[in-house]
Structures are given as C-alpha cells and as structure tokens.
C-alpha cells in the first residue's frame, strides 16, 4: 500500500475508534411528586436504551412565615415500579428568593440539610440503586451569586465524603457569558437547551424552543470551564395572559382541555380565550383571560438536537437527558424518534 494511502487509512481508522468510544449516555428527568413508573413507562424507557433517571427529589424554596428555607414538592417513590438497571440522579430544585433571602451565616447549616434530606429520601429507592451524583438545579442571578456558589461548596464538600459529584443546570446565557455569570463550584454542568423565547410575550409563537432565540447563544462559543450534559425539551403547558400580563404556567396542558366551546374559544393556532370564568388544571382562570399553547414535540427535539450536536462533537462523554418523562411522552413522541435524538450525538 502507497505511504500516502495507509496514513489516509489510518487516519480514518482512528478516528473511527474514537467516536466509537465516545460515551453518550441516555437519560430522562422525571419531575412528579410520585415516582411510580406504569409497565408502558418502564418499556418505553427500555426501549430507547434510557440509563439514568434524574428525579426531582424536592423543592427548597423561602417560607415567609418561618423566615427559613423549608422543603416542598417532596417526591413520594414507588421503589417496586423501578428498574434495577437505571441509575438514579437526585436533583433538587432550589428557589433564586430562598438563597437571596437566607442570611449568609446560615447557608452552611442549609448544605446539612439538603444532604440529610437527599440521603433520607434515597432510603425508599430499590436497594442498591447507583446514586452517582446529585444535581442542583437553581437559576442564579447576579445578586444572588455569592451565595449560591457557597452553598454548592459546602454541597460539594458534603457530597464528596459520599462519592456524589456535584452538576448544576446552566442555561444558556450562562454558557455564553461565564464572565460575567460566573461559573458555578461544582463537578460537571447540565445545559437546559429549551425556553429561549420570550415567555412574557403575547405575540411569541413557542417560548420553549425557538431557533432564532437559540442562534445567538450558540453563535462562536467557546468551550465551557466545566463538562457540560445536555437536557431537551419534550414537554407542553399553557401560558396564562391576564389584562396583557402573564400570570401563570399550566403544566402538561393538552389542547383537548380547551375543547368546550361554552368556557373557552379558540382565537388563532394554540391560541384561545376564555369565554366564561372556569378551573381548569385546578386553576381559576378569568372571562378574557387568553392562553397560548407550547409544546416541545418530536420536531422541536429534533431541532434543538441537531442545533446543539456540534458543540458538543468533543466531548469524550456526555449525558443527554429528556425533559421529562410523563404519561402523554410515550404518546406524542414515538420510542423511535427518541432513539433518534439520542443516536444524533454519538
């Protein structure tokens, strides 16, 4: 064989063994307040090869009348509804006004707390259930930055005398400037690739995924300080519009929920009205309150995926996780496409 034709061969060949050991993990959150997986839940998650589940374990979140950060939304788990084989990630939810109102002196005893907590609720899991690593998810601002990144130290410092790395979710403005947001004490980052759009307006078509919100923030990145996961969106809910203003979040919200034509009409695509004052989803909503419906569906995955594969091409291992795992996933994205997400960053 020619020199220049085996050096061609060669090259080829190694590079062929690296993307083959590339580590692409597949992943879904579950963020429910019970953990109970139906038999269709726990084959579709074989199906696509799922091997960690991140589970909301609670929320934290400022209680006005105790003047202290309390636990809410604590998930209840159904320990025989679990596959033995999946990997269980804890992630706890920790409200931006919890840590911008907890006074300084106190955020090493709230570290003690949310391990005592995490380490309490693992208790109810399978028996030998893996418990690799535990997920902080908050959305740190400026003011609050100082403090956060204290907690998550002593979080860190805590977790390490058990063998728990440490990730947090970064959003996208974060990825983009970590100069100016800084970037957060922790083991590896979990980039939330959805709500890039504008929530707040009326006129937004879909403030979940948007490509032309998303551009930007991928535009000339540079490699983040931390390994960085990934998290798509495969979820729905209704955005509530009061006198021009929006007032509320309707999670898992399904068009069919707005088909009654004598409390609610229907204004232009995934656009209604209400026409007479009603619950719905356990919410009062007003005569002349205005919904727009969002979803991220098979197409929206599919976008945010090939949009995203490249920056993460040079990753020697990654998780990709879905967000999240719910009854009518199974119904509007196909096991199928959700193998094709997957596969898209191998």
Known sequence: MPRAAFLLFATVFLVSCRQTNRQVFRSVYH???????????????DQTGVQKVYVR????????????????????????????????????????????????????????????????????????????????????????????????????????????QLSVTIRLHQLKYPDQTGVPPADRGMLMAYNTGRLEDWEETNSIVSEERMAPYLKGIQPYPLPLDLALPAFRWGVVFRDGRLVRLIHGLEPNALRDSARFVETGPNRFAVRKSTYIEGYYLYQGDR????????????????????????????????????????????????????????
Not at 33 to 44: D, H, K, M, Q, V
Not at 319 to 345: C, G, K, N, W
């Open 57 to 164: 374990f609670f929320d934290a979140d400022w209680d006005p009348d105790l003047q202290d950060v309390v636990p809410l939304a604590q998930v209840q788990i159904d320990s025989a509804s679990l596959g033995k084989s999946w990997t269980v990630i804890p992630c706890v939810f920790i409200a931006n006004r919890a840590i911008e109102k907890l006074p300084p002196d106190r955020i090493g005893l709230l570290a003690k707390r949310i391990q005592t907590k995490i380490e309490d609720l693992a208790q109810t899991l399978p028996a030998h259930t893996p418990i690799p690593e535990v997920q902080i998810d908050c959305d740190w601002t400026a003011s609050t930055r100082q403090a956060y990144f204290l907690l998550l130290q002593r979080l860190k410092e805590g977790f390490g005398r058990r063998a728990w």
């Open 291 to 346: 919904l727009r419906l969002e979803e991220a569906g098979a197409r929206e995955m599919e976008l945010a995926a090939r949009r995203l594969a490249p920056v993460f091409r040079k990753a020697p291992s990654l998780t990709v996780a879905v967000y999240h795992l719910e009854p009518s996933l199974l119904q509007r994205i196909p096991h199928e496409t959700m193998v094709h997400v997957f596969d898209t960053f191998r």
């Open 31 to 45: 963020w429910q307040t019970r953990l109970s997986l139906s038999p269709e839940e726990r084959a579709y998650l």
